[in-house]
Nanobody, 119 residues
Framework: QVQLVESGGGVVQPGGSLRLSCVLSGSAFASYAMGWHRQAPGNQRELVATIFNDGTTNYVDSVKGRFSISRDNSKNTLYLQMNSLKPEDTAFYYC?????????????WGQGTQVIVSS
C-alpha cells in the first residue's frame, strides 16, 4: 500500500520560513517524479513544485526564488523549503508521487499539512 505522510506545517509570521517533509512508503521512491501542491480555502488546488527523478525541478511563478523542492532518495523523503513566506502562501500543502509514464501527473496523494502565514 502506497502511503505519503506530510509533516512540518504550522503557523508562521510573514517573512518567516518552514520546511515541509513527505515520507513515501510502499513504493520505490527514486524512480518517480514527486510534487508539492497546495489548496487555499475557496481556491482550486494548484501545483507548487515538481522534482523529477533526475533532480530537475519546476516551480509555479509565485514561489520562484522563495521555495525549494528537494529529495533524499536514501530516506524516501521529499522536502519543500519555504522562505520569505507571504499570507497568500496560506494553504493545505500536499505531496504527490507521480506516474512514471506521466511524470507531471499525480498518482498518489498525501493527507496534507496546513501552513498558515499570519502576523
Amino acid at each position: 500500500q502506497v502511503q505519503l505522510v506530510e509533516s512540518g506545517g504550522g503557523v508562521v509570521q510573514p517573512g518567516g520560513s518552514l520546511r515541509l517533509s513527505c515520507v513515501l512508503s510502499g513504493s520505490a521512491f527514486a524512480s518517480y517524479a514527486m510534487g508539492w501542491h497546495r489548496q487555499a480555502p475557496g481556491n482550486q488546488r494548484e501545483l507548487v513544485a515538481t522534482i523529477f527523478n533526475d533532480g530537475t525541478t519546476n516551480y509555479v511563478d509565485s514561489v520562484k526564488g522563495r521555495f525549494s523542492i528537494s529529495r533524499d532518495n536514501s530516506k524516501n523523503t521529499l522536502y519543500l523549503q519555504m522562505n520569505s513566506l507571504k499570507p497568500e502562501d496560506t494553504a493545505f500543502y500536499y505531496c504527490t508521487r507521480n506516474w512514471v509514464s506521466q511524470p507531471t501527473t499525480p498518482r498518489y496523494w498525501g493527507q496534507g499539512t496546513q501552513v498558515i502565514v499570519s502576523s
